[in-house]
């Protein structure tokens, strides 16, 4: 993997993107489809900076997306996610390595978990329980953001910043 100052500032526009994410799902319980779409449509670029060969590196990613779209996409019939958190999961998938992107999953899970209950719990003592709806995009963000954490801190190191 080469590090470049172009893979930095990749990794820091795909973080202000996470980041952008989550406040507009905070916000307006929406993920925009030109956010997703960005995401989605820079990874080439990235793949690109990183020197990843068309053949296995490539297919592996766009394969790791479609099957990710396949599943959340269910998920999504059944009622149980949002459209924006599909893409914005499916985007990412083009970013991370399979293994990494699972990891990422475990991680997004507990955080949407805890998300979860801790919004719950402020919705029922409220007595709004009509009206819970949680923003996923913030446990996709987080989750997104602990997987980039080594690059990014090699992309602040690389400026400067200890």
Partial sequence: MQETTLVYALVGALAIALLTAAFTDIRRRQIDNWLNAAIALVAPLYWWAQGLALWPDVAMQIGVALLAFVVLAGLFALKAMGGGDVKLLTALALWLPAQL?????????IAGGVLTLVLGAW???????????????????????WALSPQLTAAFRAVGFQ
């Fill in 101 to 109: 992107f699972l990891k990422m999953l475990l991680v997004m899970s």
């Fill in 123 to 145: 919705y029922i003592t409220r007595r709004q329980r009509d009206k819970i709806k949680i923003p996923y995009g913030v446990a996709i963000a987080g989750a997104g953001l």
